[in-house]
């Protein structure tokens, strides 16, 4: 929480000496560009039809080709990059956060409180993603806000317990002894002393979730309870293409690629961002 | 007197929601039947879109059960294969309509049941034509046998059909459809009245052999059948709701004949693989953008005939069924009386029309919601309607819900505009059924209340001259459309494909009748 | 070990009864009414209030809770209304079409996914690593969908080396007909293993007795495949046991695709149909399948680490 700005550039060049973190570093940077500039980079309107021009393949007008409302394929991937960033970021630091509090929460406070949240997190775990997530959307309603409730509902159990398991190790650490041992509060412990210890490894996980976020998406998109049309998700985009597959290939290949570029890309920077915050590890290999 | 119906078709209702009742998440009620390139050259393989657990005829809920019914079970007639409706005898050996309500029939003297329960008699027609009204039956098909009376047994294998009044769609769906399949009273009342996953006796061509739950069902021939003899030894029936799913089957070799999406009929008009065959069916479903008359939103008539205008039919078309399926003008598909050559709205939108309406109409910056069924087709269909409300000012949010959600929407006081489709059977009764003011809030979900067209719908069964009859039913289009809750799309289309293999057997409307179905 | 295992068992049943409680009054609380989209349009009024009545759905939501964990207690869950068969059954016959197509996913996944991370840690940090990464990792998030899609296009229709649709007839034909529904759904974890393995086999490989091993002369390849590999696979066991819910989720798009029968399609359906006594049915039997293994996962780690056992 108070790294200093040259602990995170000590972060960022660990991780770019790495050459798969150096990969993982500059596509998670390209995406997150395009996506804060998706409105400039797009060469048409991603929700504009043109019915006419409707499933091209590639040409120099369409990248990607059109899809069944002649849309410009290209275009609704670049915007989707950014839907899928709007799903997956707050879904995963909103998991974390609470996550993290709870699992602190859990390892340090009292023992009955640990159980209950325990059995809660293993409560939620034991559910198949897809049958919890679709009670949920039958609840409340396919939206973009659900897709992000669904995923921070599922995931929170992971970070609850890998904080938990982080703030047992920590507690009777000796500094934490020795603060606690000059009466320094439960919030200020947890706060100052053991979140900086847990961050890190709960980033760790976070961005290495993220594709697991992206592809959950685009299964509940299959399963027609994604995002509200006519969002360009890439799992709407996939949706389409499964039903026009024979018709035109390229909804297929313009939603399935940025899915698997993006685990590619926030897959290594988490790996390597662990070498870095975690040398522990790296000292095995 | 003998009614006509070869010429001038008379619709039979069949069951709207066919699909939400079976429990497919699709409500895509028509896929069905095909065979497929069985190793055995004896084993004709199709496609189902759900599953069929139930045997009993009183408690089928659609053309998926029916159409293993229609095997192994026989009515005194059947629909007859081809492009016109029709019918032709099966268990009756002869059958005519004495008066406007008596039916005299006679039956063939060679059908039996199986499990030893005897030869068929007319005392099984008349157990199996009142068990279907019977109350204690609860049978949800008892409205397709209209007023029907009772049965009289006249002989053996005599009987007649006695109605408390004239019901046109007799001959169109209560004899030929699901109500008229005749079970053995002796097999049923030793069942405790009620057939379940097993059908107690069976008297058709075929026998079900056997039933894997959402894997398939399969029929073998009846040894002791002694009609003509079905050209198939087996028939093995997959469920399938995925649409690619059962066209990738059949392109695999592994269906002889399967329902296929109206995205692909372009694609098999320039050749079906493995030297199959394209089959283009109309189709008696109908779908419509409904409007809310109870919310307060949509209390302005000249907002909705806003809306109405502002809708281009042919541009939906071509976008969600690539062209593959024709603009409606109401509920009521060509070929069944009543069907209206044109609406009072044409299909092609009318923009300044639409826009002179909403200025006239004194509503601005208006937002509505649009609630649909979570499938491909209708999010494209509602983006494009999106698309070109946006065009006049009407700024609309697509509301896309789980089929569960989505046919529960007669009690949702909220709804404003959905996209609905509902299915058909082959009597146009069926289609005014579900919008008279009893049902507003049940199935009638745009809650359209006129004393005229109840009248109407109540009336136009008892009519049996077919022009007449005609007149009402599109007098009842016109009233819903002037209300300016209705915006009708189209009938949809039923395209099949079948192997070099099969000469399918088809009602006019796609569907198959497996047991005519013939080898190439 | 035994009191750890009770006390394990314990829990499960806890989270397994804490699970299908929530389920229970999830369902209930979603909008439609059973009694009307089960029935379908023209169902009688009688009929309606049968089948309420029969469902308990008229008393008070508590009660029907207590109703129906009474009858589960008696393996009573329910009659299907369209079939008149008990829902234990409907869901027993189910089950093992999931079962079969989970553990064929899981030897798809442990077998490549060991075989690539084991090859990676055999040349670390090398070209060969590096293209082992980068193609098992773009697998992770490969929606099972797209893939079976795919395998079906090329498999099924192109090549004719699998069957399409369905789960086959006999134990050869069942095998055949596993094939591509398994890779669709095991696929994804294939980098998830591989990358666990790669790392615990480069843990293992630095250790004191395999550099022994070496020393004393014994050919690379046995090394590997005899000494390190053994020690390497024993974290992925426990993985396989957390994995089930995830291959459950799964399971629903390769049984959509390849339109087979399985439990997942069975939950879908039930969901959208609002049949309540089949989707706790199902819920009841996923559910605990997931609790179980996850149990037993545990187990086999505290047996094979006994730290594991105070830790908890």
Redesign the interface.
């Known amino acids: 929480m108070e790294k200093s700005q040259s602990e995170i550039r000590i972060i960022i060049v660990g991780i770019a000496k790495n050459p798969l973190g150096f990969m993982g570093l500059v596509i998670v940077g390209a995406i997150v560009f395009s996506a804060i500039f998706a409105a400039w980079i797009v060469p048409y309107d991603p929700i504009e039809m043109n019915i006419r021009d409707r499933m091209q393949g590639p040409s120099w007008s369409h990248l990607l080709g059109t899809d069944q409302l002649g849309r410009d394929t290209f275009s609704r991937v670049i915007t989707g990059g950014q839907v899928a960033l709007k799903v997956a970021l707050p879904a995963v630091f909103g998991a974390m956060a609470i996550g993290l509090t709870l699992g602190m929460v859990a390892g340090y406070g009292p023992k009955w409180l640990d159980n209950f949240l325990m059995l809660l997190f293993d409560t939620i775990r034991s559910f198949p993603t897809v049958m919890f997530a679709l009670a949920v959307v039958a609840l409340v309603g396919p939206s973009l806000q659900t897709v992000v409730l669904v995923v921070m509902a599922t995931s929170i159990p992971t970070y609850g317990r890998v904080a938990r398991t982080q703030t047992l190790t920590l507690r009777n650490s000796e500094f934490i002894l020795a603060e606690r041992s000059m009466g320094a509060s439960m919030a200020r412990i947890l706060g100052v002393h053991m979140l900086p210890n847990i961050i890190g490894v709960l980033a760790v996980l976070a961005a290495m979730d993220i594709p697991t976020v992206i592809a959950l998406e685009a299964g509940l998109s299959f399963l027609g309870l994604g995002v509200k049309p006519p969002t360009p998700s890439w799992g709407a985009l996939l949706k389409d293409g499964y039903a026009l597959v024979r018709q035109t290939p390229w909804l297929v290949i313009g939603g399935g690629l940025p899915i698997i570029v993006a685990t590619l890309g926030f897959t290594f920077l988490g790996e390597s961002l662990r070498d870095v915050v975690d040398p522990k590890l790296r000292k095995n290999q | 007197m003998k009614i006509e119906w070869t010429k001038t078709p008379i619709g039979r209702r069949k069951?709207?929601?066919?699909a939400?009742?079976?429990?497919?998440?699709a409500a895509l009620p028509m896929g069905f039947g095909g065979s497929a390139l069985a190793q055995e050259s004896g084993t004709l393989r199709v496609r189902a879109y759900g599953d069929a657990?139930?045997m009993d005829p009183a408690?089928s809920?659609?053309v998926v059960e029916e159409e293993i019914h229609s095997s192994i079970y026989n009515k005194l007639v059947q629909y007859k294969p081809g492009s016109e409706w029709g019918w032709q005898l099966d268990a009756a050996s002869s059958i005519e309509q004495v008066d406007p309500t008596h039916i005299k029939f006679a039956l063939r003297d060679d059908i039996g049941f199986t499990n030893g329960h005897g030869a068929m008699t007319a005392e099984d027609v008349k157990f199996s034509f009142e068990r279907i009204i019977a109350?204690e039956t609860?049978?949800?098909?008892?409205?397709d046998m209209g007023p029907l009376s009772h049965v009289e047994v006249t002989g053996e294998r005599e009987g007649t059909i006695v109605l408390n009044e004239p019901f046109a769609p007799l001959w169109s769906i209560a004899l030929p459809y699901i109500t008229g399949n005749i079970v053995s009273k002796s097999a049923v009342e030793g069942a405790g009245g009620?057939i379940?996953?097993e059908p107690v006796a069976e008297s058709g061509p075929y026998l079900r052999a056997s039933w894997?739950?959402?894997?398939?069902t399969v029929l073998q021939r009846n040894p002791d059948w002694k009609g003509d003899a079905p050209a198939w030894d087996t028939i093995e029936i997959?469920?399938?709701?995925?649409?690619?799913?059962?066209?990738?089957?059949f392109?695999?070799?592994?269906?002889d004949l399967t329902r296929v999406?109206l995205?692909?009929v372009?694609?098999y008009r320039d050749g079906v693989p493995n030297g199959g065959t394209l089959v283009e069916n109309p189709s008696l479903f109908y779908v419509w953008l409904g409007m809310n008359l109870d919310h307060p939103k949509l209390q302005n008539q000249k907002l909705r005939q806003a809306i109405q205008h502002a809708i281009d039919v042919p541009?939906i078309l071509?976008?969600?069924y690539?062209g593959a399926a024709d603009p409606s003008t109401g509920i009521i598909a060509p070929g069944l009386a009543g069907n209206r050559a044109e609406g009072l709205v044409a299909a092609e939108a009318n923009v300044e029309k639409a826009m002179a309406l909403l200025a006239e109409s004194g509503e601005s910056n208006v937002t509505l919601t649009l609630d649909i069924l979570?499938?491909?087709t209708y999010?494209?269909m509602?983006?494009?309607i999106?698309?070109m409300l946006a065009q006049i000012g009407i700024a609309l949010?697509?509301?896309?819900?789980?089929?569960?959600?989505f046919?529960?929407s007669?009690?949702?006081e909220n709804l404003q505009l959905v996209l609905n489709r509902y299915s058909m059977a082959p009597d146009p009764s069926y289609a005014t059924a579900?919008f008279t003011s009893a049902q507003a809030g049940?199935?009638n979900w745009e809650r359209f209340r006129n004393e005229e067209f109840d009248a109407i719908h109540s009336a136009a069964s008892a009519e049996t001259d077919t022009a007449k009859r005609a007149t009402m039913y599109q007098r009842a289009q016109d009233l819903m459309e002037e209300s300016g809750a209705y915006r009708f799309i189209t009938h949809e289309a039923t395209p099949v494909i079948h192997s070099s293999r099969v000469i399918p057997a088809l009602r006019p409307d796609g569907l198959s009748l497996l047991r005519y179905f013939g080898k190439a | 070990m035994l009191i750890f295992t009770l006390k394990r068992f314990a829990l499960a049943a806890l989270i397994l009864f804490v699970a299908v409680t929530l389920m229970f009054l999830m369902i209930r609380a979603v909008p439609g009414d059973p009694v009307q989209i089960m029935l379908g349009p023209r169902a009688t009024p009688e009929l309606q209030a049968r089948l309420t009545a029969e469902l308990a759905l008229d008393q008070p939501i508590f009660r029907q809770l207590i109703i129906f964990y009474g009858n589960m207690l008696q393996g009573d869950l329910g009659t299907d209304v369209f079939s008149g068969r008990a829902v234990t059954q409907i869901v027993f016959q189910q089950l093992p079409f999931t079962l079969e197509l989970i553990f064929g996913s899981i030897i798809w996944s442990a077998g490549l996914g060991i075989f690539l991370g084991a090859y990676a840690a055999s040349y670390p940090n090398t070209l060969i690593d590096r293209m082992v990464a980068i193609a098992s990792v773009s697998f992770v998030a490969a929606p099972a969908f797209v893939v079976a899609l795919l395998s079906l296009l090329l498999f099924a229709v192109h090549l004719r080396w699998f069957p399409a649709i369905g789960a086959g007839n006999g134990f050869w034909d069942r095998m055949e007909h596993l094939v591509l529904p398994s890779f669709a759904i095991g696929l994804s974890w294939v980098g998830y293993i591989a990358r666990l393995v790669r790392a615990s086999m480069l843990e293992v490989l630095g250790e004191h007795h395999i550099r022994t091993a070496r020393a004393f002369g014994l050919a690379e390849r046995r090394v590997v495949l005899v000494y390190a590999l053994r020690i390497a696979i024993l974290p992925v066991v426990t993985v396989i046991g957390v994995g089930m819910g995830f291959l459950l989720s799964s399971a629903v798009f390769a049984e959509i695709v390849f339109a087979r029968p399985g439990l997942g399609k069975l939950v879908i359906d039930s969901i959208t149909t609002r049949n309540y006594p089949i989707f706790m049915g199902s819920v009841l039997v996923s559910t605990g399948l997931f609790v179980v293994s996850t149990a037993l996962a545990d187990l086999i780690n505290a047996w094979l680490d006994p730290r594991a056992r105070s830790a908890k």
Not at chain 2, 397 to 405: D, F, H, K, Y
């Open positions: 069951f709207l929601k066919g939400t009742a079976l429990g497919a998440t657990p139930n408690h809920v659609g109350d609860e049978s949800p098909n008892k409205p009620r379940n996953s894997s739950p959402k894997a398939k997959y469920p399938i709701d995925d649409e690619n799913t059962a066209e990738i089957a392109e695999a070799g592994e269906l999406s995205g692909s372009a694609r541009t071509e976008a969600s690539f979570n499938k491909t999010t494209t509602a983006q494009v999106q698309a949010e697509i509301n896309v819900l789980e089929s569960g959600a046919w529960a007669g009690d949702n579900w049940i199935w």
